[in-house]
């Protein structure tokens, strides 16, 4: 390992990645090092999502998460197929089951205008005949949504790295950053039984994936921001295999926009499989995938942030039912069955749960759009919320031109 960088990227999922990919393009001498404290890449949010290529329906006109999605459909279609990765261009159904739902959709056919995303109104009985196991009023079928194994897709981003000269370690848990007027050091910990131990390392400039970590990571360089990291189950299951081609498209519900999550869906994946899912439980250990987590430091950190209790009493209704149905099946099925009546508690099947790393202000505001925060040799990746894997690439290429522009600040400053 070199032991000066032109860059550091902390953080090997998709966007990490991505970035560190998109930085070696634009400065193909530079020296590049993408540090990860897992032992592969792409272990949380990336490798614990529902796959999808997400169209862009649901984002406010102007945002970045609207602008970057859009963009990155067809970058990643075309990532997809220069390096052979599998992709199932499925669409999704928006399932209206009642009037207000119908009321609901005309929204999201305006908010469809307004992005310049294609979809069909269908009617109940276009509905019933493209989907018979189905029931609902009507729907919008959006063509422009996919599905695909991001962890393969972050697997040749890396490569592609790599084979252009940049360097991952991984089983790499960053302790500690200094930033200095001419550099920036991280204080390492390498857990790989073959070179365990603390090393540092030195660059010129820093970017920050951290995902999970992403609020701790500003802290470790005092950096004043005002968010924290919330963590939000969702928890899956999976159709029994019998029900594998019980639906054609993705089957999503119409949100209620009061809400902050969008409620549970029917997701065909890459693998053939379908899985229901997810809630939206409040999660105790930002890491934990299991059924029973817990973590005393990341308890004790939530518990004492004010945004915590603010967005919690706001959502108090919601996040009990949620609690609830994730411990009642009965609940969580008649979720599903409102617009699949079919399905049974024997077809609902274990699944891996995932985090999502929700950043929220300490007011309690839920940041529904892409946040940032910067030092003189550093830009932090704040809140990456869905479509995060979606939109890497031009996130990516984002990145790479804020870096610039505080980096031509600091030669002008």
Not at 395 to 405: Q, R, S
Request: with cysteine; aromatic share 8%; net charge neutral.
């Amino acid at each position: 390992m070199n032991e000066y960088y032109d860059y550091l990227v902390i953080g090997g999922g998709i966007v990490g990645v991505a970035t560190a990919r998109a930085l070696l393009s634009r400065h193909p001498a530079s020296k590049i090092l993408l540090i990860e404290k897992e032992s592969t890449l792409a272990c949380h949010q990336t490798g614990h999502n529902s796959g999808v290529i997400h169209a862009g329906v649901y984002y406010a006109p102007g945002s970045l998460k609207a602008r970057f999605c859009k963009e990155g459909v067809q970058r990643t279609l075309e990532f997809c197929h220069q390096h052979g990765i599998p992709v199932d261009n499925c669409g999704k159904l928006l399932v209206a089951t009642n009037e207000t739902e119908v009321r609901r959709m005309q929204d999201l056919r305006a908010r469809c205008h307004e992005n310049g995303i294609e979809f069909e109104v269908l009617n109940q009985a276009q509905l019933q005949a493209r989907e018979p196991n189905i029931n609902g009023l009507g729907a919008l079928f959006v063509p422009a949504t996919s599905i695909v194994d991001y962890r393969r897709v972050t697997e040749h981003m890396a490569s592609d790295f790599t084979a252009s000269g940049g360097e991952i370690t991984l089983g790499t848990q960053v302790t500690a950053i200094a930033e200095h007027s001419d550099h920036i050091e991280l204080t390492c910990h390498h857990s790989n039984a073959a070179s365990a131990g603390s090393f540092a390392v030195k660059g010129r400039f820093l970017v920050c994936c951290g995902g999970l970590m992403a609020d701790r990571l500003t802290q470790m360089m005092g950096l004043k921001t005002d968010f924290q990291i919330i963590p939000y189950r969702g928890e899956y299951y999976r159709l029994a295999a019998r029900h594998n081609q019980i639906v054609r498209h993705l089957i999503y519900p119409i949100p209620d926009p009061s809400l902050p999550f969008l409620g549970v869906h029917l997701t065909r994946m890459i693998d053939g499989s379908v899985t229901v899912g997810p809630n939206a439980v409040q999660g105790f250990k930002r890491e934990g995938y299991g059924r029973f987590n817990f973590s005393l430091h990341d308890s004790l950190d939530m518990l004492t942030f004010p945004g915590f209790w603010r967005v919690t009493g706001k959502h108090l209704k919601t996040g009990l039912q949620e609690f609830k149905d994730a411990w009642w099946k009965a609940g969580y099925l008649a979720r599903v069955r409102k617009y699949c009546p079919g399905l049974t508690l024997d077809d609902l099947e274990p699944y891996p749960a995932g985090i999502r790393a929700q950043a929220v202000l300490k007011d309690g505001t839920l940041v529904h759009d892409f946040l940032f925060a910067d030092s003189p040799r550093s830009l932090h990746v704040c809140n990456a919320p869905s479509p995060a894997a979606t939109s890497a690439l031009p996130i990516a290429d984002y990145i790479c031109d804020k870096v610039a522009e505080i980096e031509q600040k600091n030669e002008s400053g």
